[in-house]
């Protein structure tokens, strides 16, 4: 079993950055790669990014790609989301998730694909 702690959400301006952290707890072998889903009121989950833990191979959502990037830290054993130029369409829940994924390419934006997920961490916007 694998448990995921979330940090770093907070209220933010457009343009801003944010960056969460996730903490990962368990057994490595459930795992081969960790990512991030968000979920805005009334929205279906949506997958943000993922990376292959431990190769690092990295998969963004066309919305975030130049703006945010993943990081894994095997040795602190957590994986991070660096966000930038952030605007109010990147407000919601976001989710860190953790998962044995065959053809990530293919299969890692789909939220059933992941066994893990945290409690999650708000991401907000102010004016």
Request: charge should be negative; charged fraction near 20%; hydrophobic fraction near 30%.
């Amino acid at each position: 079993q694998v448990f995921l702690v979330e940090y770093g959400g907070d209220s933010v301006q457009t343009g801003g950055s944010l960056r969460l952290s996730c903490k990962v707890q368990g057994d490595p072998w459930n795992y081969n790669y960790l990512g991030w889903f968000r979920q805005t009121s009334g929205k279906e989950r949506e997958g943000v990014a993922a990376i292959g833990a431990p190769s690092g191979a990295e998969y963004y959502a066309d919305s975030v790609k130049g703006r945010f990037t993943v990081y894994l830290d095997n040795t602190k054993h957590t994986v991070d989301l660096q966000m930038d130029y952030l605007n109010p369409e990147d407000s919601g829940m976001y989710y860190c998730v953790a998962g044995r994924i065959d053809y990530p390419w293919e299969r890692w934006m789909n939220p059933g694909r992941w066994r893990s997920w945290g409690q999650g961490t708000q991401v907000s916007f102010s004016s």
